[in-house]
Structure formats: C-alpha cells, structure tokens
C-alpha cells in the first residue's frame, strides 16, 4: 500500500481510538483500532438502505430547508457520533473499494461500495424530470456567489454554457410515479440543482432538497423512497455526461462546493467548531477574503463538516466512484467562510489531485475479518449523557470516554 494511503488511514484509525472504552488492554486497544480501519464503527448513514439515527438529521446526503438560526441540532451524544462518522469517512476514503465497501450495511456483505447507478437512463426509471425554473434564477443573479473565490482558485466566473461560458445547470425534480417490484414511488417533489465546470473539475452544489426530507412535506406525506435519493449520485451521472459531452476526463475533480448552507445540523456543526452561530450578526467576520477558515483531517471541524449534511455528499462522491476518481482519493482540505454578511454560509472541499500510484491494489489484507462472527463495537447515541460534558480536544488528541456505555451492532 502506497505510503500517503497509510498515512490517511492512520488519522481514521487515531480519530476512533479515543472512542474505545477505557478498559480495554494496550494490546486490546490497538488490535481494536486496526479492525476499526477496515469497519465501521457505528451504524453508517453512508449508504442507500441505511435506516436514520432519531435526531441525527437527514439519513442521505441531501439537504432541508431549516433557515432559522435557532432550528434543532445535535445533542452533545450525537455531536460525539458525527465526529465518528467523520473518521469513517476518511477510512472509506483512504482505503480500496472492496475494502471501504465493509462500512456498508449489513456489515461484511458487501464486495464493492460502487453507486449502482451509472447511467442518465436512472432519472427517468426513478420518476425525475428535468428542473429549468433553476435556470431562470440563474438569468435573473440569484445563484451562488462564489465568483470571488473561483478567481483566487484560478477558474473561470460562473459562467454558463449557452453564454459562451463554462458552466453547465444541471437541475432536476422528482414529481413522476414510477413502480419497481410492485411498489409504487409517489413523487417527493424533490429537487436538485447543480452547477459543473468539468472543463477545470468544479461541482457547485446549490439546491439539494432531498426526498426524504421533501416527502414528509407532502400531504398525505411520502415516506416510500426512491432509490435514486442522494446528491452525490445524481450530481456524479450529470457530471459524467457533461464531461462527455464536452470531451474532457471524467477524472479532473478538484473543488466540490455546498453553497448557501440551510441544513440545521450543519449549522449547528459550524456554531460548535467556531464557537459562535453564523449569521447576520457575524458573518461580517467570516468573509472569503478576510475571515475564512480552514480544517484539515487532524481538525475536529474538518471531521464535522465532513460527515454533516452538506459535507457527506462529497465524501460519498469520491467513494462511491472510485473506479472514476482513483481507489485512494481525499479531500484534502475544507473551507467554511459566509458569501455575504447576510449570513449565507458556503463549504469548499479541495480534492487532491489524483495519483495513479495509489490505484493499486496493494493491500495487505485476506479479503475478511479475522472472525467475521465476531461483534463490532458501537456507541450508543441515547445512553451516554454523562459522557458528553467535555468537547471532543480538537487535533488528533486521543482521549477515551470513560462513561460511555458501549453495545454490539
């Protein structure tokens, strides 16, 4: 295994040891920490037939519509799990696809972590139409404002396709019935619309209300599921066609953005790594140009931001495809700052730049577990209260919870 793989997956490894229970031998600890690498360690949400965590917020990578400031966030138990799935993510990341496909559910079942959707002909078969009210938006100015960082990353302004530009809208909403297996998907009334430059490998996401979240606002609400949900697929078939389209390798990612935050829980995520809430009142201090901040795989903020609802659909992106982007592909570094001092937050993730080396697949490892039988560990998310009175230490500080009840999956 090449040696900067080994390095990402020892931050993954380091990051879930704190979360081992203190009565666990030295040689307990590291056999434990080593399983953790190539497992995962709590019930995942990274995946299309993963169930959702009561109060852990949307269970896909989609976004919802909560602008208030003051909205639901995670209890301090939940905070503690979001930072664990971080350090799932980095392992899924960091590791070959048939290795990051165990963090799938059911444990151990799975050979690939591959999206099984690889072609356009997936929208329609799941009941979506293509979204133009998107682009009339962006004729009248009311799409992202990233024009400004897009010049210091050294890419061309956010100009579209049919202007001479080199950003294509791809927009789309899940309002047709479709039946699979007998069952019937009702529409969602989900909505996606994505911004792609593929010519220098950036992916705007700008709108993701996602249809579990946008079925409950139905009336009688939807609660049957497409299958075709998550952003990081859907924005993945868009920009494969458009590289396509436009000649140019389906590989060169490199900047991934969530722009105009409203998800609650991530809000809540930013206001625990900054210490204060984003808004009208603050945001002036947290300009691109002037107040910007920037975590990397050692940051608590990077691990929150990575597994929060707008951070996860870029990680999924990379792990989901990585027969495209590379077996060993990373998000290298991710940049929180607010667009306006109106209080509109935006998320960067800098891919780093694809390395043919580490496609191979050297991996020093039999294909299962030592016991497949035996338990995982897992924290529970209700039972700990105790444990949560102190902040996680930011950094790669390794500090077990003491009180922490720990249960098998």
Excluded at 235 to 246: G, P, T
Excluded at 323 to 346: N, Q, T, Y
Excluded at 351 to 361: A, G, K, L, M
């Amino acid at each position: 295994m090449r040696a900067a793989a080994l390095v990402w997956l020892a931050v993954a490894a380091l990051c879930t040891s704190r979360f081992l229970p203190s009565n666990f031998s030295e040689d307990g600890k590291t056999a434990a920490v080593l399983r953790l690498a190539n497992v995962s360690l709590v019930d995942s949400v990274f995946c299309d037939d993963c169930g959702t965590r009561a109060g852990s917020g949307p269970p896909d990578d989609t976004d919802d519509d909560d602008d208030e400031d003051d909205g639901p966030g995670y209890t301090d138990e939940e905070y503690k799990v979001l930072l664990m799935e971080g350090c799932t993510l980095i392992g899924m990341m960091a590791t070959p696809d048939h290795v990051a496909a165990r963090f799938m559910r059911p444990l151990y079942t799975r050979t690939t972590a591959a999206s099984p959707f690889t072609d356009m002909q997936a929208f329609e078969d799941w009941g979506y139409s293509n979204d133009i009210f998107g682009r009339y938006m962006l004729g009248k100015d009311r799409g992202p404002d990233v024009d400004e960082v897009l010049h210091d990353l050294g890419v061309d302004p956010m100009e579209l396709d049919d202007e001479g530009g080199k950003t294509v809208y791809a927009g789309w909403t899940h309002d047709t019935l479709t039946t699979h297996d007998n069952v019937k998907y009702e529409p969602t009334a989900a909505m996606f619309r994505t911004l792609i430059n593929v010519d220098q490998g950036v992916v705007i996401a700008w709108f993701k209300f996602g249809p579990a979240f946008t079925g409950l606002e139905q009336d009688p609400p939807v609660t049957t599921i497409p299958r075709l949900k998550n952003w990081a697929d859907i924005a993945f078939l868009d920009w494969q066609r458009i590289a396509k389209e436009r000649d140019q390798p389906v590989n060169r990612l490199r900047y991934i953005f969530s722009s105009n935050v409203e998800n609650s829980h991530t809000k809540d995520a930013i206001r625990r790594i900054l210490g204060e809430r984003l808004g009208k009142d603050t945001c002036g201090d947290y300009l691109w140009t002037t107040g910007r901040r920037e975590f990397f795989p050692k940051d608590e903020g990077y691990k929150a931001l990575l597994a929060s609802p707008n951070g996860r659909g870029a990680a999924l992106m990379l792990i989901t495809h990585k027969a495209v982007f590379g077996e060993r592909r990373m998000i290298g570094s991710i940049h929180l700052w607010c667009e306006r001092e109106d209080g509109k937050i935006s998320l960067l993730f800098a891919v780093n730049e694809h390395d043919e080396e580490d496609d191979d697949d050297d991996w020093d490892d039999d294909g299962e577990p030592d016991d497949p039988g035996a338990p995982l560990f897992s924290v529970s998310l209700r039972s700990a209260a105790a444990a949560a009175a102190t902040p996680l230490a930011r950094g790669m500080e390794t500090r077990p919870l003491h009180q922490t009840r720990v249960h098998y999956l």
